[in-house]
């Protein structure tokens, strides 16, 4: 069974960098697959922020490419999300979840709720 | 940018069937995608390569696409249906984008 869970502070102040880790289970993230971050402001829609493929490669939203970074670390089996400069819009339930070309987000993370706020 | 169109809702009695349409330009070329998302619940693939069903769904979830447009049917449609569903798809160059989604009520 994978699972997919993310970690990290639920309060950042404006101008900060949000920082979050995705820990994987039950399943490799060097053995393919990409994996994503995907995130909802309160009461709104999906948005997609970025993916990184198992071989390293990163796609980023074109609206928030100059403010995030996707990185992976196999050892650990996770991947991470940074944002920087952090506002109020960026407060939202961030998802991490696993992917393929043409099959969808199979699996989801429970999702984390991240405020901005001073 | 690559955009997906949805209407903002759907409403249908229980027992009939539920059509939730997404529109994109070439829509059919990049595999599109459903997910159903309860309240404080993460999104559940539903659909995937416009009319593939991942095991476990229900049989009357069903998709269909042809040019620009891709449907989310449900069959039978039952109170538990009700959600928001979210259409997605491949792009080149952004990779993953979501429509607006759709709340469907069962009423």
């Known amino acids: 069974q994978v699972l997919l869970q993310e970690s990290g502070p639920g309060l950042v102040r404006p101008s900060e960098t949000l920082s979050l880790t995705c820990t994987v289970s039950?399943?490799?993230?060097?053995?393919?697959?990409?994996w994503g971050w995907i995130r909802q402001p309160p009461g709104k829609g999906l948005e997609w922020i970025g993916s990184v493929y198992h071989s390293g490669n990163t796609y980023y939203s074109p609206s928030l490419r100059s403010r995030v970074t996707i990185s992976v670390d196999t050892s650990k089996n996770q991947f991470s999300l940074k944002v920087r400069s952090a506002t109020a819009a960026d407060t939202a339930v961030y998802y991490c979840?696993?992917?393929?070309?043409?099959?969808?987000?199979?699996?989801w993370g429970q999702g984390t709720l991240v405020t901005v706020s001073s | 940018s690559y955009e997906l169109t949805q209407p903002p809702s759907v409403s249908v009695s229980p027992g009939q069937t539920a059509s939730i349409p997404c529109s994109g330009d070439k829509l059919v070329d990049k595999y599109p995608c459903w997910y159903q998302q309860k309240p404080g619940q993460s999104p559940v693939l539903v659909i995937y390569q416009g009319r593939k069903r991942p095991s476990g769904i229900p049989e009357r979830f069903s998709g269909s696409h042809s040019g620009d447009t891709a449907t989310l049917t449900i069959s039978g449609t039952q109170a538990m249906d009700e959600a928001d569903y979210y259409c997605q798809a491949w792009d080149d160059i952004t990779d993953w984008v979501f429509g607006g989604g759709t709340k469907l009520t069962v009423l």
């Open positions: 979840a696993r992917g393929n070309v043409g099959a969808g987000g199979d699996y």
């Open positions: 039950g399943y490799s993230i060097s053995s393919g697959y990409y």
